[in-house]
T-cell receptor, first 112, second 114 residues
Framework: GENVEQHPSTLSVQEGDSAVIKCTYS??????FPWYKQELGKRPQLIIDIRSNVGEKKDQRIAVTLNKTAKHFSLHITETQPEDSAVYFC???????????FGTGTRLTIIP | EPEVTQTPSHQVTQMGQEVILRCVPI?????FYWYRQILGQKVEFLVSFYNNEISEKSEIFDDQFSVERPDGSNFTLKIRSTKLEDSAMYFC????????????FGPGTRLTVL
């Protein structure tokens, strides 16, 4: 089955700097890669996603890149703000088998 | 904006008791899921449900677990005989299956087994 690894597990950046979180996946059939933000005690919230036929996607301060050959994808947050502090999870799914396989999460702390 | 809802927000039960966790998916969504998250760990897939039947389940989803969509709106997860290790946050999610691949998560039910 699919295995998703995520690094780093914790990340602290100064407010205004950029943050990068990286994930690798094992199943070459995976074709959809969402990123979720989870604040303490809250539900995972989708922040951006990318399909396997696209190499990069951007939404304001957030971007995701996908390298299908290397089977890795990354989340980039620019001009970080205190409200970006949360746990971020990457995930992969092959819609042949429905389930989201999550990475282990990255606790991002923005230092004011 | 429509959201997935879940009840109760927190359930405390004694080991060996049955619990039913309830979810109301987003209206017109066709695919439904249960996930769990043990405190401090990643979110883990339990089961997916489509067209009134299970489409996939994980190794966690053993005979103690069952799912049901009894009335066309609610989607329930039943744990027949709870164990201490069932203590976790349980998230329901739904997906439209048409215009988007996105799974939308509910707020979760925190299950505490004593």
């Amino acid at each position: 089955g699919e295995n998703v690894e995520q690094h780093p597990s914790t990340l602290s950046v100064q407010e205004g700097d950029s943050a990068v979180i990286k994930c690798t996946y094992s199943d070459s059939a995976s074709n959809y890669f969402p990123w979720y933000k989870q604040e303490l005690g809250k539900r995972p919230q989708l922040i951006i996603d990318i399909r396997s036929n696209v190499g990069e996607k951007k939404d304001q301060r957030i971007a995701v890149t996908l390298n299908k050959t290397a089977k890795h994808f990354s989340l980039h947050i620019t001009e970080t703000q205190p409200e970006d502090s949360a746990v971020y999870f990457c995930a992969a799914v092959n819609f042949g088998n429905e389930k989201l396989t999550f990475g282990t999460g990255t606790r991002l702390t923005i230092i004011p | 904006e429509p959201e997935v809802t879940q009840t109760p927000s927190h359930q405390v039960t004694q080991m060996g008791q049955e619990v039913i966790l309830r979810c109301v998916p987003i209206s017109n969504h066709l695919y439904f899921y249960w996930y769990r998250q043990i405190l401090g760990q990643k979110v883990e897939f339990l089961v997916s449900f489509y067209n009134n039947e299970i489409s996939e389940k994980s190794e966690i989803f053993d005979d103690q677990f069952s799912v049901e969509r009894p009335d066309g709106s609610n989607f329930t997860l039943k744990i027949r005989s709870t164990k201490l290790e069932d203590s976790a946050m349980y998230f329901c999610a739904s997906r439209s299956g048409t215009s988007t691949d996105t799974q939308y998560f509910g707020p979760g039910t925190r299950l505490t087994v004593l």
